[in-house]
């Protein structure tokens, strides 16, 4: 499955019926190179927050065109500063791989002091009466992020939170994304987005023949089981709040998108 651009498919055809006259705010934490997420938001209508400590040229250009508002901080449990870990893959520098987290199976030995700022602040200088969607991919600090909506009331949660989890190896595996540490930190996504009130949901793995799952996440027993394939790879998770759509329309989204590693290849180096 092309996970990104099946995301995006589904984004671009489900944020209109969640917010049908635009209102909310859409905010992308971590935007990385490609796959801006910002700027399908953007162009859907919506008032959009970017926040990126690395900004690309590329999203520059993005952010003043439409416009949205780039937070060049990363998004952490904590004001200040912190160190990040600059990404790597192949051997090569690969900014989309930058982790606060230095047992990031992308990160490397270089690093470089970032600013940071809690999900309170960054709510705090959003002007809007709700949050639309909230898009997350940090590289294995997901869920530092994710323990915060422990504490937001139901008028500040997000109506759909998409957040990455796995990479590097698969599910059976057991190593780097989904490693014990980092399982554990995308189970900890699960159980709080649970306790919210969270049900509806979709993954999209980049498996070789998976499927997008839709399941209920109120259904699930997260002491004792998951949502994830066990050839799974990497993915998206895409939860909704108070908000259901047929099976059969998510699954019509994403029948285009059965790709391979080497589009994912091409994804990541070249776009």
């Known amino acids: 499955?092309?996970?990104?651009?099946?995301?995006?498919?589904?984004?671009?055809?489900?944020?209109?019926?969640?917010?049908?006259?635009?209102?909310?705010?859409?905010?992308?934490?971590?935007?990385?190179?490609?796959?801006?997420?910002c700027e399908l938001f953007a162009q859907l209508g919506f008032a959009t927050v970017a926040v990126e400590p690395s900004p690309t040229d590329k999203l520059r250009a993005i952010c003043r065109q439409y416009p949205i508002q780039l937070i060049e901080q990363c998004l952490s449990d904590r004001g200040g500063t912190?160190?990040?870990?600059?990404?790597?893959?192949?051997?090569?520098?690969?900014?989309?791989?930058?982790?606060?987290?230095?047992?990031?199976?992308?990160?490397?030995?270089?690093?470089?002091?970032?600013?940071?700022l809690d999900l309170a602040t960054l709510l705090s200088q959003v002007v809007t009466p709700y949050i639309t969607a909230f898009k997350l991919d940090i590289e294995g600090w997901e869920s530092v992020v994710i323990k915060q909506f422990a504490v937001l009331s139901s008028k500040q949660l997000p109506r759909v939170v998409m957040f990455e989890y796995g990479g590097g190896s698969s599910r059976t595996q057991g190593s780097k994304g989904w490693s014990p540490k980092f399982f554990e930190g995308t189970m900890t996504c699960l159980k709080i987005l649970q306790q919210k009130g969270y049900a509806f949901s979709v993954m999209v793995d980049y498996a070789s023949g998976s499927q997008a799952k839709v399941f209920d996440l109120q259904s699930l027993d997260l002491a004792q089981e998951s949502p994830f394939y066990p050839n799974g790879v990497y993915g998206n998770i895409l939860c909704f709040y108070q908000q259901h759509f047929p099976t059969e329309r998510i699954q019509r989204i994403c029948a285009p998108y059965h790709g391979g590693w080497a589009n994912w290849l091409v994804s990541t180096f070249v776009s």
Request: aromatic letters at 10%; proline letters at 4%; charged letters at 15%.
């Open 1 to 37: 499955m092309r996970v990104e651009a099946c995301c995006q498919a589904l984004l671009e055809d489900l944020l209109p019926d969640l917010d049908p006259d635009r209102q909310g705010l859409c905010v992308d934490v971590g935007v990385g190179t490609f796959a801006f997420y």
């Open 82 to 116: 912190q160190t990040l870990h600059m990404g790597q893959f192949a051997n090569l520098a690969n900014r989309n791989f930058s982790s606060l987290a230095v047992d990031w199976f992308g990160a490397s030995s270089s690093t470089r002091l970032v600013p940071t």
